[in-house]
């Protein structure tokens, strides 16, 4: 894995990943929070002996382990060249209005071909009072 960000948007323009405003935290007045739009941005490097087809499994939990969104599950195909010996793939996963019931910490969570790959956070923090008065 060469990339595994949350961020404000992300394309793929001819196999180039472009990342706008990665973050890790959420602050808010109140509860639940709606954010508007971001994106999960993946860049996956394989190897030509790993094959080309491969099982992708994400998900968004809250710290109990409950799901925020239905899990992704999904198969992606490696497209190697004649004299590729690794390639990498990006795949991007845009979300629009996206509810978060509580503050607290929140998980992405990354499988591939069912082995946890990784694990990014997410904390929603209740605004401080400068931060109310900004």
């Known amino acids: 894995m060469e990339v595994f960000t949350l961020c404000?948007?992300?394309?793929d323009t001819f196999g180039k990943l472009n990342i706008l405003g990665a973050f890790d935290t959420i602050t808010a007045h109140?509860?639940?929070v709606v954010h508007r739009q971001c994106a999960?941005?993946?860049r996956l490097r394989f190897r030509r002996?790993?094959?080309s087809l491969h099982r992708l499994a994400?998900?968004?939990?809250?710290?109990?382990g409950h799901n925020v969104?239905?899990?992704l599950n999904t198969q992606i195909t490696v497209p190697f060249g004649?004299?590729?010996?690794t390639r990498a793939v990006n795949f991007i996963l845009n979300l629009q209005n996206l509810t978060l019931q509580s503050f607290g910490e929140y998980a992405i969570e990354l499988a591939v071909?069912?082995?946890?790959e990784a694990s990014l956070p997410l904390y929603v923090r209740p605004a401080t009072q400068k931060e109310q008065e900004a």
């Open 40 to 42: 999960i941005a993946l």
């Open 69 to 71: 969104l239905p899990p």
């Open 58 to 64: 994400l998900a968004f939990v809250d710290e109990d």
């Open 8 to 11: 404000d948007a992300a394309t």
């Open 113 to 116: 071909d069912g082995r946890l």
């Open 30 to 32: 109140k509860v639940p």
């Open 82 to 85: 004649e004299h590729d010996l």
């Open 49 to 51: 002996v790993e094959g």
